[in-house]
Antibody
């Protein structure tokens, strides 16, 4: 059974940093691209970015709204994808989801809430 | 960026009746080399992550009831629920994965009339 578990969310002040983790199981993590999405409270879904598998260079792509502030990485030995978020803004407040793949997303985590507020 | 626009924003349908949700993209998401539409549909219930229903505009995901169907090509797409069940109450999103950034429609809230 595929499982994705996000962790690391919480309350953080504007300008500070936070790192989210997405721990995966039930599939060959190293063969999979991994994506991050977010959903502000009561609003729609927004793509944040993704990281390709090492076989495809392990390269990343980001939404314009987070480029230069957020970094996606992966540790295939631990089956974990990371979302490093720097320079957080109040508008980054959202539930953050990880998912498998970078086209459609078949498997999603349950999400972790990030609240950026002073 | 490709803008995805859904209509209506909300929809109330009687149990057993048909529900139809429209999704329009600001440019074609049909890739000519493989004749595939790079469009997916998701269902999201409160407090839950999205659930994939359909990819390639019309391919139903394994385990999704056959009352859900997707159609359309190019810039105009439709999600149809042929006979609404109580458990179908949710918000529905379309997503294009034709180009980066992948973008979603604003969502359509489906309720029981």
């Amino acid at each position: 059974e595929v499982q994705l578990v996000e962790s690391g969310g919480g309350l953080v002040q504007p300008g500070r940093s936070l790192r989210l983790s997405c721990t995966a199981s039930g599939f060959t993590f190293g063969d999979s691209a991994m994506s991050w999405f977010r959903q502000p409270p009561g609003r729609g879904l927004e793509w944040v970015g993704f990281i390709r598998s090492k076989a495809y260079g392990g390269t990343t792509e980001y939404a314009a709204s987070v480029k230069g502030r957020f970094t996606i990485s992966r540790d295939d030995s631990k089956s974990i994808a990371y979302l490093q978020m720097n320079g957080l803004k109040t508008e980054d407040t959202a539930v953050y989801y990880c998912g498998t793949g970078y086209y459609w997303i078949t498997y999603w985590g349950q999400g972790t809430l990030v609240t950026v507020s002073s | 960026d490709i803008v995805m626009t859904q209509s209506p924003d909300s929809l109330a349908v009687s149990l057993g009746e048909r529900a139809t949700i429209i999704c329009k993209s600001s440019q074609s998401v049909l890739y000519s080399s493989n004749n595939k539409n790079y469009l997916a549909w998701y269902q999201q219930k409160p407090g839950q992550p999205p659930k994939l229903l359909i990819n390639w505009a019309s391919t139903r995901e394994s385990g999704v009831p056959d009352r859900f169907s997707g159609s359309g090509s190019g810039t105009d797409f439709t999600l149809t629920i042929s006979s609404l069940q109580a458990e179908d109450v949710a918000v529905y999103y379309c997503q294009q994965y034709y180009s980066t950034p992948s973008t979603f429609g604003q969502g359509t809230k489906l309720e029981i009339k």
